[in-house]
């Protein structure tokens, strides 16, 4: 059964750093790029980051870029998300997601084809 | 690249069919255009991608279309399970992606 399990979330003061963490297994983790994505309360989803498989390409949201760093161990099937200079806006849970591709020529074609439970990270004083 | 749903809310009866709009400010290509499924507490589940190709496991009653900037998430008759948020989401070129606002599927 393919899972992920995200852990690491928690309560921590603005400008402050967190790190998050997503296990996983059931799949070939090294084969699959993987993003993180994030949901306010009340709110709707927000991609947050991306990385290809090889942890050679990442891409951020506007609203992380220079604070946070997505980052894979793909020796030990785990995807992290490093989270400085916290602000009560970052305050979501926080998905770990596995990208699924289809090939349609001459290029893959991505979506989220599994999610995480989710970890929730809350920013206040 | 912004995705627009439409409407906010839906009420609808059980049995009913229900259509639910998205719209984005530029073309977008209907092979990145993607569905999600969130009931409250859950994480999301993938319901359709490029467009109109159901995931596995997803019942035929769910079926989406459109091209250009207007695409469609329709559920032909509605089981009490299918009350929902629902989201739709578009690729770009890259490993980024946006998200639509979703809409709230809510029984009358």
């Known amino acids: 059964e393919v899972q992920l399990l995200e852990s690491g979330g928690g309560l921590e003061q603005p400008g402050n750093h967190l790190r998050l963490s997503c296990a996983a297994s059931g799949f070939t983790f090294s084969s699959n790029a993987m993003s993180w994505v994030r949901q306010a309360p009340g709110k709707g989803l927000e991609w947050v980051s991306s990385i290809n498989p090889n942890g050679g390409d990442t891409y951020y949201a506007d609203s992380v870029k220079g604070r946070f760093t997505i980052s894979r161990d793909n020796s030990d099937n785990t995807l992290y998300l490093r989270m400085d200079s916290l602000r009560a806006e970052d305050t979501a849970v926080y998905y770990c997601a596995k990208l699924g591709a289809w090939w349609l020529r001459p290029k893959y074609y991505y979506y989220v084809d599994v999610w995480g439970n989710g970890t929730t990270v809350t920013v206040s004083s | ?108």
């Open chain 2, 1 to 108: 690249i912004v995705l627009t749903q439409s409407p906010g809310t839906l009420s609808l009866y059980p049995g009913e069919r229900a259509t639910l709009s998205c719209r984005a400010s530029q073309s977008v290509s209907s092979s990145y255009l993607a569905w999600y499924q969130q009931k409250p507490g859950q994480a999301p589940r993938l319901l359709v991608y490029g467009a109109s190709r159901r995931a596995t496991g997803i019942p035929d009653r769910f079926s989406g279309s459109g091209s250009g900037t207007d695409f469609t998430l329709t559920i032909s008759r509605l089981e009490p399970e299918d009350f929902a948020v629902y989201s739709c989401q578009q690729f770009g070129n890259s490993l980024m992606f946006s998200f639509g606002q979703g809409t709230k599927l809510e029984i009358k």
